[in-house]
């Protein structure tokens, strides 16, 4: 089973790093591995959203387009814009099967952001995504 960087982003703030294999939408508990190898039960509920990274490090001064217009045409899906309660923005494609209202992956689309792809917690949501 092929593991992926993903950087979990937690309700209350803190992050950390961690290894995770396959998992469907709408998982309630997330199994994954910290960087040194110890097994980790995470439940989405207390996520904010389970970011899959291209490296660890990423790139701090780059600056998302939170409107994303320019990327809605690159889209097989649905497009969407989530927004946290903790303001963060983010576009993207998720598939048109996906349950909104369960977690759900966020294809993202911009190919300089060093997220590939972010689970979803709905809870975490300032308000429904937007199509």
């Known amino acids: 089973m092929?593991?992926?960087?993903?950087?979990l982003h937690y309700l209350d703030g803190t992050m950390g790093a961690a290894?995770?294999?396959p998992f469907p939408d709408g998982?309630?508990?997330l199994q994954a591995e910290t960087l040194e190898g110890?097994?980790?039960?995470?439940?989405?509920s207390e996520l904010k959203?389970?970011?899959f990274v291209?490296?660890?490090t990423g790139n701090p001064d780059y600056e998302r387009d939170a409107d994303g217009e320019a990327l809605r045409q690159q889209?097989?899906?649905?497009?969407?814009?989530?927004?946290f309660k903790d303001g963060e923005i983010l576009v993207g494609e998720v598939s048109r099967s996906a349950d909104l209202s369960k977690?759900?992956?966020?294809?993202?689309?911009?190919p300089n952001d060093n997220n590939v792809m972010v689970y979803v917690n709905p809870g975490a949501l300032h308000r429904p995504p937007e199509e």
């Open 103 to 110: 977690g759900f992956f966020l294809k993202v689309l911009d």
């Open 75 to 83: 889209t097989r899906g649905r497009f969407v814009r989530v927004s």
């Open 38 to 44: 110890r097994k980790l039960q995470v439940p989405v």
């Open 49 to 51: 959203a389970a970011f």
């Open 54 to 56: 291209k490296t660890f």
């Open 19 to 21: 290894m995770v294999g």
């Open 2 to 7: 092929e593991l992926r960087k993903l950087v």
């Open 27 to 29: 998982t309630a508990t």
